[in-house]
């Protein structure tokens, strides 16, 4: 996707480079998102992470990833690209920039100089309640459950668009209440983003190649909103894109925290270390 490939030459300008360190990919699927997670050693030692879901789309042999070690990291995103496209090798160069990026959110003057906000997140629910009005209809793509009721209290109707089955949605309330909620499958992606207020974007859409439609689908949207690891890197481009404003992952360079990643098979969630930012663009 262009948008990654212009992140890549943003980081290039920006001068930040490093060595790939290593990288953990996780499986489960089961009780939430499989991650790959990238460290990248800058040339002053410090170390920066950065991940990306990659939707289990793991090939059986990885053994590559192991000569990508210790190589520059922009050598090893061109070696990438040069394999067969897909979503684990998106996930991949994702991680890497994502990483890459790890440095640049402790200077919050690079932000200001190209006209953008930085906010923190003190909380993980109800994060995109300040970009809606009652009159709303908003739009996710991709199922946000623990954003979803909150939103729903405050705007007029909420529609979700997911990749996944939509009967794994269902639900059977013997009396059931109204509700302004409702699913449907990505193939009614255009219809239902065309009429929207407001656009809840995962990070997914890079690594699996959709964004660049939803954006199109989006346009007449007031706000277009990107979230998750995998959209948390240097969003100059993003925002060049149409998005609005990126909601950002911070994950912890620690040891500590790559073992627990390990440990809980890539679940990050309610760790109390991982920070949260909200990136807004000019205007």
């Not at 930040?16 to 489960?28: E, F, P, Q």
């Not at 040339?43 to 950065?50: M, N, Q, S, V």
């Not at 925002?239 to 925290?257: H, K, L, Q, Y």
Request: proline residues 4%.
């Amino acid at each position: 996707m262009e948008i990654i490939e212009d992140s890549i030459k943003e980081l290039k300008r920006l001068g930040v480079d490093g060595v790939l360190s290593n990288v953990v990919i996780t499986k489960m699927q089961t009780f939430h998102t499989p991650w790959t997670l990238s460290y990248v050693r800058y040339d002053d030692g410090i170390i920066g992470c950065g991940m990306a879901n990659n939707e289990t789309k793991i090939p059986e042999d990885v053994s590559f990833i192991k000569a990508l070690l210790n190589t520059n990291v922009y050598d090893a995103i061109d070696t990438l690209y040069a394999m067969e496209s897909g979503v684990f090798i998106n996930s991949l160069i994702i991680s890497m920039i994502s990483a890459l990026t790890h440095r640049l959110w402790r200077d919050e003057s690079i932000f200001k100089k190209d006209g953008y906000t930085v906010e923190n997140l003190n909380t993980p629910h109800c994060i995109f309640s300040e970009f809606v009005r009652n009159t709303d209809r908003v739009v996710f793509v991709g199922f946000a459950a623990w954003d979803v009721p909150c939103i729903a209290e405050i705007v007029r109707e909420v529609n979700i668009t997911e990749l996944v089955d939509s009967s794994d949605f269902e639900v059977i309330d013997i009396d059931p209440e109204e509700s302004n909620v409702e699913i449907f499958p990505a193939s009614k992606s255009e219809e239902i983003l065309s009429e929207a207020d407001v656009a809840v974007i995962t990070g997914e859409t890079l690594v699996n190649g959709t964004l660049d439609e939803i954006l199109q689908f989006s346009e007449n949207a007031r706000t277009r909103i990107i979230y998750g690891p995998t959209s948390s890197f240097y969003p100059k481009i993003l925002f060049e894109s149409g998005i609005d404003a990126s909601i950002v992952m911070i994950f912890p360079n620690t040891s500590d925290f790559r073992r627990r990643f390990v440990h809980s098979r890539g679940y990050w969630y309610k760790m109390p270390e991982v920070k949260r930012i909200v990136i807004k663009r000019r205007g």
